[in-house]
């Protein structure tokens, strides 16, 4: 949003205040809505709300615990009722982790269904999904319906084009369950996740739960189900270099007082020995593209064998836990060894 602060919690970034809003920014202000502020999120969305510029963002129902992120300062701002809805971006779970941490409703949308233009981490990037977190489900629709919509300068949008219902709000229906065939999921997939820790057990009983209650409301459980070479096949994921670089200079082109051209001079900075250690050693670790084909490649036979699973077994969708475990202490992921997005699913921006 122009003329906000906009510093991706990060000592790089204090000063910068773009002077044009991004694509989704732009709608919302002409349907109508008020923008209260910004949030911040782990820095440069890296990971849980850490971050150079303003510490660390605290759980509202636990304030030594984080509120995950990278989104946390969003979904901490819904949650605290310091608004009734926020924005996120998601590029591993950066969008549902904090969301359920929080208390509140959260979701990425599917790739082209939402512009990231004047969006950090937007095209020609294609894992980072920006979307809405409200608390209540009703007012997620409502969000969302106002997000959507083809963008030109965002080419992903054209994957969106012919999908988007005329309103997500006036498809809720109380009992849109009934005879809904739900596969379980119940693969420990999340990152460094401890399957045989109590932390994790604690999860699962509420994720039973909520599996209780999707069967209540008229579903057809179908559970579990086994997704072949699941972890094998996201162990494998990878990014390119070439396209992050691509994106950070797009991110800033065209505003009148970019704060850095490009990623190597913010990385030639000397702010940038003022970032935290965790972030830096990502922005300086350079993944090679042979790598990342490979992970292309794996995300296709993921993609196959997932719906393989579903043609089989005849499934409209597939559940599985947001996060497996609570909450990390904030002490934790300050210091070595740093722990931070703990159990987190990251399924869905592989399979983009």
Not at 185 to 194: D, P, Q, T, V
Not at 224 to 233: E, G, N, S, T
Not at 310 to 326: F, N, R, S, T, Y
């Amino acid at each position: 949003i122009k003329e906000m602060p906009t510093t991706l919690g990060s000592v790089l970034f204090k000063d910068y205040r773009p002077d044009r809003d991004c694509f989704v920014g732009a709608k919302l202000r002409k349907a109508g809505a008020i923008f209260l502020g910004k949030a911040t999120l782990g820095e440069l969305g890296a990971g849980d709300t850490h971050g150079s510029l303003f510490g660390s963002t605290r759980n509202p129902y636990d304030l030594q615990r984080t509120v995950g992120g990278s989104s946390g300062g969003s979904a901490a701002s819904v949650s605290a009722n310091f608004a009734m809805l926020a924005l996120g971006q998601e590029g591993f779970a950066s969008i549902r982790r904090p969301s359920i941490w929080n208390g509140i409703a959260g979701m990425r949308p599917s790739i082209g269904l939402v512009s990231r233009t004047g969006v950090y981490g937007g095209w020609p990037a294609m894992n980072g999904s920006l979307g809405p977190m409200a608390r209540t489900v009703a007012d997620l629709a409502k969000l969302l319906d106002a997000m959507v919509g083809y963008d030109p300068d965002d080419p992903s949008t054209a994957h969106g084009v012919g999908h988007i219902p005329a309103s997500y709000e006036a498809r809720l229906d109380a009992n849109s369950l009934k005879g809904v065939r739900l596969g379980i999921l119940r693969e420990s997939m999340g990152f460094n996740a401890e399957p045989d820790s109590d932390d994790f057990a604690k999860v699962t009983a509420v994720f039973d739960r909520a599996v209780a209650d999707l069967r209540d409301a008229g579903a057809e459980i179908i559970d579990p189900i086994v997704i072949p070479d699941l972890k094998a096949l996201l162990a494998q994921r990878s990014f390119s270099a070439a396209e992050g670089d691509e994106s950070f200079e797009r991110y800033f082109a065209g505003g009148a007082n970019p704060p850095f051209a490009s990623r190597a001079a913010a990385m030639a900075s000397p702010a940038f020995e003022g970032l935290r250690q965790p972030t830096r050693d990502r922005w300086l670790r350079r993944g090679s593209e042979e790598r990342y084909l490979a992970s292309l490649k794996a995300r296709d036979t993921l993609m196959t064998n997932m719906l393989k699973v579903m043609a089989d077994h005849g499934l409209d969708a597939i559940v599985h836990k947001a996060v497996e475990h609570q909450p990390t202490l904030i002490a934790d992921g300050i210091d070595p060894p740093y722990v931070d997005q703990k159990g987190e699913p990251h399924i869905n921006t592989v399979l983009a």
